[in-house]
Nanobody, 125 residues
Framework: VQLQASGGGLVQAGGSLRLSCAAS????????VAWFRQAPGKEREFVAG???????FYAGSVKNRFTISRDNAKNTVYLEMNSLKVEDTAVYYC????????????????????WGQGTQVTVSS
């Protein structure tokens, strides 16, 4: 299973970006897929996740600004990021698990078996 993350870049505060996570070797239509991020000097943190059935979960810091979605036909998961803030600057990683994790587990990075390579998002003031 391979996950290919893309779509990062440099954007001004208040702007938008859409990240993509293209999967090969397994379908993203089932199981759990999530986005995590890691800023310099900080631990990796959960951003958003979606599980089979379409439920979505968000970190409080991105709720109402970010949207995670799946395109099963393209076997791709997206992270639409709006109203970006300087503190959103980080390397963003997509991750996948064959399991449908409950809300308390979906935020735990050890639950994921497959990881993409990361894409840099930089938000300038």
């Amino acid at each position: 299973v391979q996950l290919q993350a893309s779509g990062g870049g440099l954007v001004q505060a208040g702007g938008s970006l859409r990240l993509s996570c293209a999967a090969s070797g397994r379908s993203v239509s089932s199981g759990t897929v999530a986005w995590f991020r890691q800023a310099p000097g900080k631990e990796r943190e959960f951003v958003a996740g979606t599980r089979g059935g379409g439920q979505t979960f968000y970190a409080g810091s991105v709720k109402n600004r970010f949207t995670i979605s799946r395109d099963n036909a393209k076997n791709t998961v997206y992270l639409e990021m709006n109203s970006l803030k300087v503190e959103d600057t980080a390397v963003y990683y997509c991750a996948a698990s064959a399991s449908n994790w409950i809300s308390s587990a979906i935020r735990d990075d050890v639950r994921y078996d497959y990881w993409g390579q990361g894409t840099q998002v930089t938000v300038s003031s």
